[in-house]
Each structure stands twice: as C-alpha cells, then as structure tokens.
C-alpha cells in the first residue's frame, strides 16, 4: 500500500516570498491533516479536511496560510507571504477516520 | 484545550538496558493516546496506540506502554534496548469524541542507544 506522499521535500525562499506545498494522501483516505513541525517541538495541527471539507482550522494563521483539498483527494497548503519564523517542517497525514494517522515524509522550508 | 509533557529531552542508553520514557496529559474529557517514533531520515511512524480496554498495550518492536488514568500518563516502556531504537519518540493524545480529533504531540524525547 502507498503511503502519504509530499512534494517538494526541501525547500529555500527569501521572507516574503510566496511557496506551496502538495500533498496525495492514501488512497481511500477521508481525513487530512497538515501539521507544522519546528525545530525541537512536536507537530502541530494547522488544519484538518474530512473529505473536501475543513473540520478545524483553529490553528492556521490565515493571514498568510491557506490550505484546500481539491475534490476530497489531494492537498495544497501555501504560505504567502512567507517569514522567517515559518521556518520547519511541514507535515502531511490522512486517516481512514479520525482515529489513526499515517504520516508523509515532510517538506523542510527554510527561509531566509 | 488538551497539553501534552515529555520531560526527558536526550536520553542516552547503552544496548541491552532497560527503556522507560515519561508522558502526562492534560485534558478536560476521555482520550485516545499514542506513541509515534521517528527514525533518523524516516518519517513519524505510530508505535502504539492505546483507545480502551487493558491499559497495557503492546506495540511493534518490543514496545509496551502503560494507561495510569489517575496520574494522567502513558508512559513508553521496553525491556531491553537495541541500537536501532536510536530515534525520537513523541507522545500524542486526542479526545475520543467529537469531529475535530486534533493529535497533540508532546515536544519529543530523542533516545541515544550506543552500542
């Protein structure tokens, strides 16, 4: 079975430019969840989709972040513009529900 | 909101030696609790997870962890150490009900194994 897949994994821009990262998760998949890992701390949740639609965004600073699950499949979050504190992994998961989580490989972003 | 502490950082073993890593949470309703390890250069794999029932649960590996609902913890066990356990480890929780079941992660406890 494929697992979640994330592109680009690396990734380097200058402050206030803009960057976009896409995500596949696991086919049959209903639950996806992008999750901002920085240096030294634990994941955590930007935004969640059930289907094609956001079940808690609560933690996604909207200013600049924006994230859609085009048709209920795939995933886009961007950034725009970026800042330095952006900086940090950012993490892709889908669920068959809500329970467990499977995780991609990550986007590392740095800016600069 | 639900928190999450891991309060060793580094943890550094030698092979074959006992494992016991610490986690408490906070939250105001029932949860579910997870263990998640994270290889160097791999990504976040689920270790074990515990829902209901017997509050030992085993997972891959040799790993165990152990639901004390009084002290609020799930702490990650494992009798004998090998040098591929050399990872980072992070504790999660999430509440049981409702349709937002947002994973809080604990900050991460790297684990050193030398051989």
């Given amino acids: ?112 | 909101a639900q928190s999450v502490s891991q309060h060793n950082h580094h943890v550094i073993l030698s092979e074959a030696a006992s494992l016991e890593l610490g986690c408490n949470y906070s939250y105001g309703g029932t949860v579910n609790l997870f263990w998640y390890v994270q290889y160097p250069g791999q990504h976040l794999q689920l270790l074990l997870k515990y829902f209901s029932g017997d509050p030992l649960v085993k997972g891959i590996k040799g790993f165990e962890a152990e639901f004390i609902k009084s002290k609020f913890s799930f702490n990650l066990r494992k009798p004998s150490v090998q040098w591929s356990d050399t990872a980072e480890y992070f504790c999660a929780v999430s509440p049981r009900s409702g349709s937002a079941r947002q994973l809080t992660f604990g900050s991460g406890t790297q684990l050193t194994v030398l051989p």
């Fill in chain 1, 1 to 112: 079975e494929a697992g979640v897949a994330q592109s680009p994994r690396y990734k380097i821009i200058e402050k206030r430019q803009s960057v976009a990262f896409w995500c596949n998760p696991i086919s049959g998949h209903a639950t996806l969840y992008w999750y901002q890992q920085i240096l030294g701390q634990g994941p955590k949740l930007l935004i969640q989709f059930q289907n094609n639609g956001v079940v808690d965004d609560s933690q996604l600073p909207k200013d600049r972040f924006s994230a859609e699950r085009l048709k209920g499949v795939d995933s886009t979050l961007k950034i725009q513009p970026a800042k330095l504190e952006d900086s940090a992994v950012y993490l892709c998961a889908s669920g068959p529900g809500a329970e467990t989580q499977y995780f991609g490989p990550g986007t590392r972003l740095l800016v600069l």
